[in-house]
Nanobody
Framework: QAQLVESGGGKVQPGGSLRLSCLVSGFSPDYYAYGWFRQAPGKEREGVSFMSSSDSSTWYADSVKGRFTISRDNAKNTVFLQMNSLKPEDTGVYYC???????????????????WGQGTQVTVSS
């Protein structure tokens, strides 16, 4: 059974860092896109960063470019999101997601991802 479990959220002051982890299990061999989304109160879920399992291409939302880095540890079946220079507007629930059948990544909507984790809260506040 496919499963994604996020961890690593918390509260941090502006300018601080957090690393989110997503343990991915139960997926059959295929091409996948791994994604991180976030949702702030009263706002739609938005894509933050994506990575392809095929060519390791990556995509970042303009709002996080240069501050966030997506990576993957194949041996540990884990996808990471390193978040640096955090801002209050980065606050929200962060979700890990997987989309099957993708060989390279670009902008993608939440509705195209079929597998989701439970989410982890990130709060950036002084």
């Amino acid at each position: 059974q496919a499963q994604l479990v996020e961890s690593g959220g918390g509260k941090v002051q502006p300018g601080g860092s957090l690393r989110l982890s997503c343990l991915v299990s139960g997926f059959s061999p295929d091409y996948y896109a791994y994604g991180w989304f976030r949702q702030a109160p009263g706002k739609e879920r938005e894509g933050v960063s994506f990575m392809s399992s095929s060519d390791s291409s990556t995509w970042y939302a303009d709002s996080v470019k240069g501050r966030f880095t997506i990576s993957r540890d194949n041996a540990k079946n884990t996808v990471f999101l390193q978040m640096n220079s955090l801002k209050p507007e980065d606050t929200g629930v962060y979700y890990c997601a997987v989309r099957r059948g993708i060989t390279t990544v670009g902008p993608m909507s939440a509705g195209t991802f079929g597998y989701w984790g439970q989410g982890t809260q990130v709060t950036v506040s002084s």
